[in-house]
Antibody, heavy 121, light 107 residues
Framework: QLQLQESGPGLVKPSGTLSLTCTVSGGSISSSSSYWVWVRQPPGKGLEWIGTIYYRGNTYYTPSLKSRITISVDTSKNQFSLKLTSVTPADTAVYYC?????????????WGQGTLVTVSS | DIQMTQSPSSLSASVGDRVTITCRASQAIRNDLGWYQQKPGKAPKHLIYGASSLQSGVPSRFSGSGSGTEFTLTISSLQPEDFATYFCLQHNSYPITFGQGTRLEIK
């Protein structure tokens, strides 16, 4: 059973950098049928896709955040990571990592539990 | 970007009721649509893929239909555990976009 777990600071200062890591267990991040995604959800609001990475390093980012995002992958650690720079309180959200099943359902079928990141001084 | 317009934004219903939630895409997305259920404090759970195929382990009272620009999620007989928020997601093209969500509440 695939499991994903987000980790990183829960509090980031305005203008700082948000850094999160997603550790994948129960399967390989180098699976050819899997893409890996970050999704966020501001308190009381809907879901926003942030970006996607393939194990070979191909990335896709949401246009509204593209200038501030970097998503990377470390296949040796079975992890992928998110960096979001120049954060403001509007970036306060629960951040989820998930798998995008590219071959079967073509949906986000496995999710981490989510981690709340608060942007505040 | 493809906009996903979901309706209604909230819905009150009783156990045993049949409910339908709709998502409309701003342009045709074939059947590249999924439905998700989210309970408070939890990650979304994938229910439907390919607009109408049931994810493994999901009860058969859930069903999806549609293609192109209009899609529906139907719960045939509401159970107490179904009261949650539901989202649609289009993966036809980047950027991937979600509907705004439908909060299903107990009447």
């Amino acid at each position: 059973q695939l499991q994903l777990q987000e980790s990183g600071p829960g509090l980031v200062k305005p203008s700082g950098t948000l850094s999160l890591t997603c550790t994948v267990s129960g399967g390989s991040i180098s699976s050819s049928s899997s893409y890996w995604v970050w999704v966020r959800q501001p308190p009381g609001k809907g879901l926003e896709w942030i970006g996607t990475i393939y194990y070979r390093g191909n990335t896709y980012y949401t246009p509204s955040l593209k200038s501030r995002i970097t998503i990377s992958v470390d296949t040796s650690k079975n992890q992928f990571s998110l960096k979001l720079t120049s954060v403001t309180p509007a970036d306060t959200a629960v951040y989820y990592c998930a798998r995008h099943d590219w071959v079967g359902t073509r949906n986000f079928d496995y999710w981490g539990q989510g981690t709340l990141v608060t942007v505040s001084s | 970007d493809i906009q996903m317009t979901q309706s209604p934004s909230s819905l009150s219903a009783s156990v045993g009721d049949r409910v339908t939630i709709t998502c409309r895409a701003s342009q045709a997305i074939r059947n590249d649509l999924g439905w998700y259920q989210q309970k408070p404090g939890k990650a979304p759970k994938h229910l439907i893929y390919g607009a109408s195929s049931l994810q493994s382990g999901v009860p058969s009272r859930f069903s999806g239909s549609g293609s192109g620009t209009e899609f529906t999620l139907t719960i045939s007989s509401l159970q107490p555990e179904d009261f949650a928020t539901y989202f649609c997601l289009q993966h036809n093209s980047y950027p991937i976009t979600f509907g705004q969500g439908t909060r299903l509440e107990i009447k």
